[in-house]
């Protein structure tokens, strides 16, 4: 069974760093992109960022881009985001997924965590 | 960045209607949209990809259809356990997604 766990979640000051974890089990975590989604208090979803099986590729939102850092470690089938320059606005449940690209092509974001709730706030 | 518009952003239905949510694309976005359906407290679940492929395990009522930059979810027998949020998200180009504003889906 896939199994995604986040966890470094909590509260932090503006202007500050946090580095979450997503701990992954049921599955080859080093044959898989994987992706940070986030979803502020009573909103919608917002992608974050997208990294290659190899770490080798990373693409990100432009509202995080030069403040979030994305990146894995195969050997221990663990995907981080390390967030500096924390805002009011970065305050959110963050979610991993792995990203499925099935035959057709396309991607989808297929197995999530249950999230962990990071709060920006003095 | 490719913008995603979905509408309605909320619809009032009964069990057993048929319920059609659309989005739009800013740009050609060809058949890489997915659909997802978000309840209460928990992390969403992925029910349509490539536009118009459902998921394993998702049940038949659910479909999809659209190309380039119009898509459709309908679900047609809606059940009482459909009452979420659904979400389009595309998934084209440089892996720099975006996700639709969301449908709220209530009991009327």
């Known amino acids: 069974e896939v199994q995604l766990v986040e966890s470094g979640g909590g509260l932090v000051q503006p202007g500050g760093s946090l580095r979450l974890s997503c701990e992954a089990s049921?599955?080859?975590?080093?044959?898989?992109?994987m992706s940070w989604v986030r979803q502020a208090p009573g909103k919608g979803l917002e992608w974050v960022a997208n990294i290659k099986q190899d770490g080798s590729e990373k693409y990100y939102a432009d509202s995080v881009k030069g403040r979030f850092t994305v990146s894995r470690d195969n050997a221990e089938s663990s995907l981080f985001l390390q967030m500096s320059s924390l805002r009011a606005e970065d305050t959110a449940v963050y979610f991993c997924?792995?990203?499925?690209?099935?035959?057709?092509?396309?991607?989808?974001?297929?197995?999530w965590g249950q999230g962990t709730l990071v709060t920006v706030s003095s | 960045d490719i913008q995603m518009t979905q509408s309605p952003s909320s619809l009032s239905a009964s069990v057993g209607d048929r319920v059609t949510i659309t989005c739009r694309a800013s740009q050609s976005i060809n058949n890489y949209l997915n659909w997802y359906q978000q309840k209460p407290g928990k992390a969403p679940k992925v029910l349509i990809y490539g536009a118009s492929s459902l998921q394993s395990g998702v049940p038949s009522r659910f479909s999809g259809s659209g190309f380039g930059t119009d898509f459709t979810l309908t679900i047609s027998s809606l059940q009482a356990e459909d009452f979420a949020t659904y979400y389009c998200q595309q998934s084209y180009g440089a892996l720099t997604w975006t996700f639709g504003q969301g449908t709220k889906v209530e009991i009327k």
């Open positions: 997924a792995t990203i499925d690209i099935p035959p057709t092509g396309t991607r989808l974001l297929d197995h």
């Open positions: 049921g599955f080859r975590f080093s044959s898989y992109w």
